[in-house]
């Protein structure tokens, strides 16, 4: 989108094109594009339809504000979750911070979560068109259109209670990347705020090797509903003292009150397949924090480094998905294929962990048939490579 369509949608001229879309049963037909060419030209037509339904995916990711607020396809890819915003700027109140500098705020999912946090937003986006609608959704704040790398000092010279928000974007020309070198702005850049004397906070992709977290900031792996979002680093006042400290958080319906545990736990040991195995949330896995999810209870891995517990019996926990062992077999597949077959399953669920096996191939090549499910977990074990039929204990 160019700058000046972008005044022209958050205009008067463009509220008036956005209700005509609004009004259009399926603003995706040619019959609207038609009329509202009629009424408006073809490029604030096609903005306004585009809208509508961008609008109605916002609601989905971010609540009813997104239903208020301008998008891009972009902005709306890379806006947080509405939840995970929210606790992000519970958090800084929390903190004591009164005041955010969002250091490259794309449509503003995260500076007006800090907004309706009742937190003061400075907001700032290099790319023109999307700093005209971030002003647009974020009434009251003060929205700058340039590159941070050149404005950061300028922007916290002399403040006090403020805090630094940074959600590098992982697109290139060629499209998502995950090479760290590629995040705008710079991996440099964001390690120097980190390093300075403000509380800053970074939203990294969850995939984020661990290796290149800087030594002594705070990391959360956030965790909404049952997928990892994003590792949010803290630092300043929000680091905790001395050392990295890695947590797992869970948010959920109260975002200023979500479900934590302290990570970074030894390798836990290994052991017999058990009558129960359990799936931990992909949070728990990164933070390292497999113990506290199953609150101390005795409980191993199959093999070093592969993530699902065995224990004799299933450990209350939200950030646990069990199942009970039904039957274990050798990973071979005509094994496999006779007991799909005897069992007359139809609707085989393969989930695998640590072996080089496509599940869906190897689903094919099953060939399931019949009225029955089933689950199938397979993984490596110190007697090798086992598959386990497993059922997903309920509650
Ligand atoms: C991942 S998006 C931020 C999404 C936002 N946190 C939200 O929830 O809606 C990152 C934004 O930073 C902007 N950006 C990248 N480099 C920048 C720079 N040097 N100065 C200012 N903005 C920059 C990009 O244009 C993009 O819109």
């Known amino acids: 989108m160019d700058p000046d369509l972008a005044r022209r949608l958050t205009s008067a001229e463009g509220a008036e094109a956005l209700d005509a879309a609004r009004a259009e049963t399926d ?38 504000a997104g239903a208020q607020m301008m998008w891009t396809r972009d902005g709306l890819e890379q806006a947080t979750r509405g939840p995970v915003s929210a606790w992000r700027a519970a958090r800084l109140r929390q903190a004591g ?21 009742g937190l003061e937003v400075t907001a700032v986006e290099i790319d023109p068109a999307v700093a005209e609608l971030a002003r647009f959704n974020l009434p009251g704040a003060r929205v700058l259109c340039g590159d941070v790398e050149a404005l950061a000092d300028e922007l916290m010279a002399g403040a006090a209670a403020t805090a630094v928000m940074l959600d590098p974007a992982r697109r290139t020309g060629r499209g998502r990347s995950w090479r760290i070198e590629d995040i705008r702005p710079s991996w440099g850049f964001v ?15 969850p995939g984020v090797p661990r290796e290149l977290l800087p030594e002594g900031v705070r990391v959360d792996w956030v965790g909404h509903r049952r997928d990892l979002v994003e590792a949010a680093l803290w630092s300043g006042t929000e680091s905790g003292s001395g050392g990295s400290r890695h947590s797992a958080v869970l948010v959920g319906e109260d975002p200023s009150a979500p479900l934590t545990l302290l990570g970074g736990e030894p390798a836990l040991s290994t052991g017999p397949v058990a009558d129960h195995l ?38 209350a926990s939200p950030w646990l998905t069990w199942f009970r062992i039904l039957a274990e077999m050798p990973l071979a597949e005509k094994v496999l294929r006779s007991w799909v077959r005897e069992h007359r399953v139809g609707t085989l669920e393969i989930k695998v962990r640590g072996l ?40």
């Open 27 to 64: 603003p995706d037909s040619l019959g609207a594009a038609t009329r509202l060419r009629s009424r408006f030209d073809p490029d604030l037509a096609a903005a306004a339809l585009d809208q509508v339904s961008l609008r109605s995916r916002a609601v989905d990711k971010i609540g009813p």
């Open 97 to 117: 911070i009164r005041r955010v500098v969002d250091l490259g705020c794309a449509c503003g999912a995260d500076s007006r979560a800090c907004l309706d946090a």
């Open 191 to 205: 390690r120097q705020m980190l390093a300075g004397p403000f509380t800053t906070v970074v939203k990294l992709g």
């Open 278 to 315: 359990a799936e931990p949330h992909p949070a728990v896995i990164r933070a390292r924090a497999m113990r506290a999810a199953a609150s101390g209870a005795d409980v191993h891995l199959p093999a070093p480094g592969i993530a699902y517990l065995l224990a004799p019996e299933p450990v």
């Open 356 to 395: 080089d096996v496509d599940p869906a191939a190897l689903r094919r090549r099953l060939r399931p048939r019949g009225p029955n499910r089933a689950t199938f977990i397979l993984m490596p074990t110190s007697e090798g490579a086992r598959a386990l039929v497993a059922r997903r204990v309920e509650g």
